[in-house]
């Protein structure tokens, strides 16, 4: 078995690749707004099917079905799984896209369209590379599942419901995360985990009704009772300060810090394009990647209350909300946190709160002494001839946990994305370069992952 | 001259006077939206000018003008002012009227309609009043003025300049404020003074644009700076720490305190009104009223940052706004509390946080001592055959100080409303016993006011 053949077989067919992925990018899956996620799964398993693999549709009770695919290896012994998703995130604003946001428009050898990088062109880098091991070998060194998800925009809220209704299916030696591409000076990008995240609002209530702000003295302000309460979950120093909060964060071991030295961060263009002076308390250099990584952190995503439009208005208003996150580290637990958050309030006086959490994504990470991550590693330095840029963990959230905790193998991030991808944001795309490397780098880890 | 006569006069012309109301009335008038004003301030000045004053309609650079009248009484040697406004709130929300707001449909007794309590009814029955001195008696007593505002619902923002160059014509012996009227049981209510207010907006900026929260351990969080800034501004006693916030606010005096016991203050029915378990810090009776009355307050009127529709979202949201409110008492000034504020913050390490004025109205009050107020006292119980509830001060706010302070001389609120008026409200009112009954009181006023 030569992987040449296998990546002249891909250069030789990726005008048809291409196709295949504009397709799928053609046809919106806007989960947020339950958008044409039925066909997007029928595409999906369609593509799927027409690669040799067998499938399945999932339906989940009240969300989107995932898309199962599985194909066998010859006498192989071992299963590596795909997680991807075919949902994609809402496209506005639409006047700041250069094409329509679902044409997958190709332009200076960039395919534009929302999810091409969110990540349908992985997906099909995926399907790809299995198709070039069935057409130049005949047959696959592993066995390969496929779980494509229809809700990982929206939270993924089913899906431990169906992994719990289908361990089987999706049991694996390993699995390939769905994210990762190449920095700006071309080396690749790998991660071996994610935060978790707990989305809670909190709400306080007045009056009846409005009142005039004159009444002031006598009746209880909601928007004052969130300030005071707020004000006891983190200090200044962006210390927070509920009870017990850090009881469970690890410090990272010194081998991880070797790795996370070698992360790339280019602070002062970052620090130009959001405007800044300077990152919170001055964080810099390699304390400020670990902080990244490392820290838990409490957000407050939103706040409202009364009148907010221009001028001033003399209201009292009688109900007040704020939308916080939580973005949490392992060893740390969801659920944890969220009874030390209310028990928080309760001591703090504010019983009169309600607390009402909207999501919930445990935190999760693969040592990087496991083998599956050491294969991964020289996969990529083969195919983009650069060092690896091994991120032990990641500050973004997902469902990698139900894989690495529940079905209990390595999950390690990898995929075809680059700098300017601008996933989430308008005029996301990939690079052709990128999509063809990425369909190599993944036939790559399939052949290693055979003989490791 | 007989009282009796006039009263006489007043009954006879009745429906007369309610017909002129209820024309008033149905030309709507709505600073808020700029609809309706020049035609109501050409009523307003029609209608003086039918009942023989002598007017001037006063533009406004950039407002709505003020309608001002007059008429000289004979060999009066006192003058006595009247201040009004013709403009009104917005009348929604539509669908809780029981009729149009602009239509003074009478039912029931009440006369319905957007401006009828605050103010149109009050200027009407001031009107008449006069109207039936000139029809019984062929002259007046004393000098009557009329300063008939446009801009009183929007914070009579331009009143000041119309004033200071109209110094000679605003100046007078003494002045009944807009409003005014009975209390459940039929006892007429007058205010001798009203709180300053200062609105204020803080805003907090970030990064140039919204970001993922995972990048919350660098990046800055401007709702999160408001929250913190505004906890330093108050406790949760409601103690507010500015700095010599209270410097300047006096005690009530014994003789205010005698008046204020005998106000009625019915809080089991306040409190089941606006669902209340308790007011704050379990105020009740005495202590309750002279807290609303006498003390100072600031109050969160709006909050926005971020996303606030339902579920969550991860942003990192770039700005964050909060209006405040500031309730003054005599002798604190909204100059010197902004000066404090914008210090304060800037004591605290938030010289990030930028402070915008949006409105100011200073404190006033006019001593219980003044003759004016003993007048006003004794016209109103040989009107209403009760004793007179007087508020040494009141914890509403508007442009009495502009007349009280730099005009110098005593100013007192008294009316026609009654405990359901519902001013601001949908189905504001007044009944039609009221009205005439306020036309009697202000004849009286102006009759009493002569030979003291």
Partial sequence: MSLEKIYNYIEVNSEKFIKNLVRLVKQPSVSAKNEGLKECAEIIERMMKEDGLSTKIIPEKEG????????????AKKTLLFYDHYDVQPPEPLEEWICDPFSGVIRDGKIYGRGVSDNKGDFVSRLKAVQAFLET???????????????????????????????????????????????????????LGLKGVLSVELRAKGASRDVHSSNAPLIPNPAWRLVWALNTLKNER????????????????????????????EEEEEKKDLG??????????????????????????????????????????????????????????????????????KTHG??????????????????LTDKFVQTVIKAAERIYGRKTVVYPTSPASGPMHLFRNILGYPV??????????????????????????????MATIIKDFATV
């Fill in 64 to 75: 989107n079905p995932v898309v199962f695919g599985e194909i066998k290896g010859k006498k």
């Fill in 137 to 191: 070998e005949g047959s696959l060194p592993v066995n390969i599942k496929f779980v494509v998800d229809g809700e990982e925009e929206i939270g993924s809220v089913h899906l431990l419901e169906v992994i719990k209704k289908n361990r089987e299916l999706f049991s694996a030696d390993a699995a390939i995360w769905e994210f990762g591409g190449t920095d700006r000076h071309g080396r690749p990008r790998i991660y």
């Fill in 238 to 265: 962006d210390e927070i300060l509920i009870e017990g909060f850090y009881d469970d964060v690890k410090k990272p071991s010194e081998e991880e810090i070797a790795y996370v030295r070698d992360i790339p961060f």
């Fill in 276 to 345: 800044l002076k300077s990152f919170l308390h001055n964080l810099s250099g390699l304390d400020a990647v670990k902080t990244l990584l490392y820290q838990p952190a409490c957000t407050i995503n939103g706040l409202l209350t009364g009148y907010t439009a221009s001028g001033s208005k003399t209201v009292l208003p009688n109900k007040a909300l704020v939308k916080l996150d939580f973005r949490l580290v392992p060893e740390q637990r969801t659920r944890d946190i969220f009874y030390k958050l209310v028990k928080h309030l």
């Fill in 350 to 367: 504010f019983e009169d709160i309600e607390v009402i959490q909207h999501g919930a994504t445990e935190p999760t990470k693969t040592p």
């Fill in 412 to 441: 390690v991030s990898a995929g075809c994305a680059h700098e300017e991808s601008r996933g989430h944001a308008p005029n996301e795309n990939i690079t052709v370069k990128g999509f063809i490397e990425g369909i190599k780098f």
